[in-house]
């Protein structure tokens, strides 16, 4: 008798499916209210730096597939990776494959340095988590050039990740967006990472 395979497998759980949209929802708040709503722009990037210190922290105490360790590659098998993505013929991973790691700490830098560099521009007038704290000195005026370039690098990157997010739902045959909603994917008996755990 043939062994029964479920046809879905859970991968992310829902702090980090909350994480995810909750960061999609502040993050475009704050890039949309940067000149015309301060107050607004202010809290939303609050919100982001909250939702930065709890995955920082679920990357590492968190489910298996939440966890920086279950995703972070050498940047030569990111590499090979996406040389494999243009030959149309990739290893598949339940949980992030090197390429979509990679991109997971690029965006988790960036927004940190834009969140930083945010609170580093109100502190120099007092105000906010930094103020009375060495980031209180630095030149507002160069932190407000860094902020903006900063921003425009993270929307870049995000970009970046909705065309990698498309092109590998079609590699994989998988709705991506769809298993960040419901936290699963269709179950396949050749996932590198699942294949491994179950040894």
Same mark, same amino acid.
């Given at each position: 008798?043939?062994?029964?395979?479920?046809?879905?497998?859970? &991968?992310?759980?829902?702090?980090?499916?909350?994480?995810?949209?909750?960061?999609?929802?502040?993050?475009?708040?704050?890039?949309?209210?940067?000149?015309?709503?301060?107050?607004?722009?202010?809290?939303?990037?609050?919100?982001?730096?909250?939702?930065?210190?709890?995955?920082?922290?679920? !990357?590492? &105490?968190?489910?298996?597939?939440?966890?920086?360790?279950?995703?972070?590659?050498?940047?030569?098998?990111?590499?090979?990776?996406?040389?494999?993505?243009?030959?149309?013929?990739?290893?598949? #991973?339940?949980?992030?494959?090197?390429?979509?790691?990679?991109?997971?700490?690029?965006?988790?830098?960036?927004?940190?340095?834009?969140?930083?560099? !945010?609170?580093?521009?109100?502190?120099?007038? !007092?105000?906010?988590?930094?103020?009375?704290?060495?980031?209180?000195?630095?030149?507002?005026?160069?932190?407000?050039?860094?902020?903006?370039?900063?921003?425009?690098?993270?929307?870049?990157?995000?970009?970046?990740?909705?065309?990698?997010?498309?092109?590998?739902?079609?590699?994989?045959?998988?709705?991506?967006?769809?298993?960040?909603?419901? !936290?699963?994917?269709?179950?396949?008996?050749?996932?590198?990472? #699942?294949?491994?755990?179950?040894?």
């Amino acid at each position: 008798m043939s062994e029964q395979h479920p046809s879905t497998i859970p &991968v992310w759980d829902p702090l980090v499916r909350i994480f995810h949209w909750s960061l999609v929802l502040f993050f475009s708040i704050a890039y949309i209210t940067e000149d015309n709503f301060l107050t607004v722009h202010v809290w939303a990037g609050y919100t982001v730096a909250l939702l930065l210190a709890f995955r920082l922290v679920w !990357g590492v &105490v968190g489910t298996r597939y939440a966890r920086f360790s279950s995703f972070i590659t050498s940047p030569k098998t990111v590499v090979e990776y996406m040389r494999s993505m243009l030959h149309f013929r990739v290893a598949h #991973y339940l949980g992030h494959n090197p390429a979509a790691g990679a991109m997971v700490i690029a965006l988790l830098l960036s927004l940190i340095t834009v969140v930083f560099s !945010g609170m580093s521009i109100i502190a120099a007038d !007092g105000q906010g988590p930094l103020a009375g704290t060495w980031a209180a000195r630095l030149d507002a005026k160069w932190m407000e050039e860094i902020h903006e370039f900063l921003a425009n690098l993270t929307l870049l990157l995000v970009f970046l990740h909705v065309g990698g997010v498309v092109f590998s739902s079609f590699l994989e045959n998988q709705n991506l967006p769809r298993a960040m909603l419901t !936290g699963k994917k269709k179950y396949r008996n050749d996932y590198v990472d #699942y294949i491994r755990d179950k040894k």
